[in-house]
């Protein structure tokens, strides 16, 4: 009797344990699987060391240097605090800011994308070292591998400016993490960091935090931290023409969009016969791609080179004469944008997420990756798109976004992906090629042989254009890992910017 | 010996005259009819994205001024196998470019050689450009 009871009590306490890891979600290699939105559970990035049961032992183990300097951030907390300029956050801080965040998971990269920004990490789970040396940066450097159920990521290469709160608590570049994400249950995982620090630390010293699956949301919207704090200083002013209408706004100064006739469609571009496939059958399009936009970036029109812009071959493939079909006012906006004091204007200037089409085509490369679902696109220049392919609706229109709402589906071979929802904020390049909220972008990624896929892009605008046009970009896929950019963290032309457009709008007046 | 090791990679010639933009419009941030040509010492290598800078005292009738000088994007040179500590202080650079609109001591460049002639890279980088 007594023996039988301890049997079953023992029984049943395995029973627990493997019962939580039988009803895991997994991978189809056995891995547990992450994918899903999530966000901390709890206050930790108020202070770290405040929140019960966040640090292991209650105390960060400063040196006594570096216990004085802690307590010096936290005095002038509102204007050191690297966040409050919308600086990257960092690595652990991003992971228990109070906002959400989605993990896309393949059998060799994990991405994590943050609402906060449009930041991402890109963590590769392939067991090969960095293909650069590692440099200091914002975000680190990540590299994980599977320890059982757990997955376990070195983040090196940090620069000496984030912190870890609000609290000012702090590193040099000397830090290493090693984050463990552990599901304990199908909702949760619980993450734990061990900081090593040999400048600011007298000892290694570890946290723990749960991460909690929200169940209420089926996609990440954006908060971008540095553009809403630009529009609200007047340091990146609305046009009423273009953006999205405020809610009881007066209506648009140019009266109601264009009827927009029918265009017959394009021939389709053949995919490749000898494609790379993923499991599913699906052609396998991932890869770190760049664009060979032959200058689209500085106009999607034909024009000659000048001794700061180079000659665009013009990658407009519709309408036929490859020219944009503007209605008369964005064409002479269009022209007015070349001006030097529009310089200040293009929204990626200022770094802001260079939006659908534009994304694509900018100078910088991009990741695709294709994680059970969904086609995600990662950008060197900080921002993503995730383009589920479930058939769902767009969002309620008065959401708008810097990337739009993108779904994706495969027709045959090729992938077609549909956007809405954009802000209007956008341009589509540094020329001043002009978009508007009433954009709708149709995008087609045929893979062709030979590492390369064709990119076509049909916008439809009729507060702008008087017919849907689309342009056509091949891209390269190459051996080759993206890199940080920190633009806004680095941007010393902004200011030269706003002088040039400062000086013109004085001289402006006084001519008036 | 950080130069010599640069001097010695053909393709680091790059990018030709006539840089590229790259996340802003350099017409509205300098001036294409203010060419420059400038023989300085380096003070500073700024190595930042989506543009480095090149930070060189030039002595002009004998008053020293630091210009800062606008090139391609860290992440390019990265890739192209270059360090941080490649261009030490006080090496002496001679750079050509376009001057700002304002008329500072600020310029885009459009090449830069070493006193011997051999090419550093060059361009207000695009990025995607061919580097042949």
Not at chain 1, 441 to 457: H, I, M
Not at chain 2, 115 to 126: C, H, I, V, Y
Request: charged share 25%; proline share 7%; with cysteine.
């Amino acid at each position: 009797m007594f023996s039988c009871s301890v049997r079953v009590a023992v029984m049943c306490a395995l029973c627990t344990a493997v019962g939580a890891a039988a009803t895991l979600p997994r991978m189809a290699d056995g891995k547990p699987n992450f994918q899903g939105i999530w966000q901390v559970r709890g206050k930790a990035a108020n202070d770290l060391a405040a929140e019960k049961g966040v640090v292991e032992g209650g105390a960060i183990p400063y040196q006594a240097w570096a216990s004085a300097k802690k307590q010096e951030n936290f005095k002038n907390r509102k204007t050191a605090d690297p966040l409050g300029k919308c600086y990257f956050p960092g690595v652990p801080r991003i992971m228990y800011m109070e906002y959400p965040f989605q993990i896309f998971q393949t059998s060799d990269k994990v991405a994590i994308t943050f609402e906060w920004s449009q930041v991402y990490r890109l963590i590769y789970t392939n067991g090969k070292p960095p293909l650069h040396d590692v440099v200091e940066t914002w975000m680190g450097d990540s590299r994980g591998h599977w320890d059982g159920d757990s997955l376990v990521v070195d983040v090196t290469g940090h620069n000496n400016k984030t912190w870890f709160d609000l609290a000012g608590d702090f590193h040099s570049e000397e830090l290493k993490l090693s984050e463990r994400y552990t599901m304990t249950d199908s909702d949760t995982i619980q993450y734990q960091v061990t900081f090593t620090d040999p400048k600011v630390f007298t000892k290694t010293w570890k946290m723990s935090v749960a991460l909690v699956r929200q169940k209420n949301k089926a996609r990440l919207l954006e908060y971008q931290c540095e553009a809403e704090a630009e529009e609200a200083s007047g340091d990146f002013e609305r046009d009423p023409r273009t953006w999205y209408p405020k809610p009881g706004a007066p209506p648009s100064p140019l009266g109601p969009p264009a009827v927009m006739p029918q265009v017959a469609p394009l021939a389709a571009v053949k995919p490749g016969t000898n494609l790379r496939r993923t499991a599913d059958g699906k052609p396998d399009l991932t890869g770190y791609y760049q664009s060979n936009a032959g200058g689209a970036n500085y106009g999607l029109e034909k024009h000659g080179r000048d001794a700061f812009t180079p000659a665009t071959r013009g990658v407009v493939i519709d309408p036929a004469d490859a020219t944009l079909p503007y209605q008369p006012w964005a064409r002479a906006e269009r022209i007015n944008r070349e001006e030097p004091y529009r310089g200040y204007d293009d929204p990626t200037a200022h770094c802001f997420v260079a939006g659908v089409p534009r994304s694509m085509y900018v100078p910088s490369p991009f990741q695709l990756l294709q994680p059970d679902g969904y086609v995600v696109l990662l950008f060197e220049r900080m921002s993503w798109r995730i383009i589920p392919l479930d058939g769902r609706a767009h969002l309620p229109d008065n959401v708008r976004l810097w990337q739009g709402d993108s779904v994706g589906r495969w027709e045959g071979d090729t992938l077609v992906v549909d956007s809405t929802n954009f802000n209007g904020k956008t341009w589509l390049n540094e020329v001043g090629d002009v978009l508007s909220h009433a954009e709708k972008v149709t995008e087609r990624f045929t893979p062709l042989d030979g590492d390369k896929f064709n990119y076509r892009a049909t916008v439809t605008d009729p507060i702008v254009y008087t017919r849907p046009w689309t342009i056509e970009i091949p891209m390269n896929r190459q051996n080759e890992e993206l890199l940080e950019v920190a633009c806004h963290e680095d941007n010393g032309d902004l200011q030269n910017l706003k002088n040039v457009r400062d000086e013109y709008r004085a001289q402006h007046k006084k001519e008036k | 010996m950080g130069i010599r090791k640069l001097g010695a990679i053909p393709v680091m010639a790059m990018l030709m005259a006539g840089g590229v933009a790259a996340h802003h419009s350099f017409t509205a941030e300098f001036d294409q009819n203010k060419p420059v040509k400038l023989t300085g010492k380096v003070t500073e290598m700024k190595f930042s994205n989506p543009h480095s800078w090149i930070y060189l005292d030039v002595d002009t009738n004998g008053k020293v001024v630091n210009w800062a000088l606008e090139t391609g994007s860290a992440n390019a040179l990265i890739r192209r196998g270059w360090k941080r500590t490649d261009l030490p202080p006080g090496t002496v650079l001679v750079v050509d470019g376009w001057q700002a609109r304002n008329g500072s001591a600020t310029a885009n460049v459009s090449s830069v050689t070493f006193t011997d002639g051999k090419r550093l890279f060059a361009g207000s980088s695009n990025e995607a450009a061919p580097t042949k």
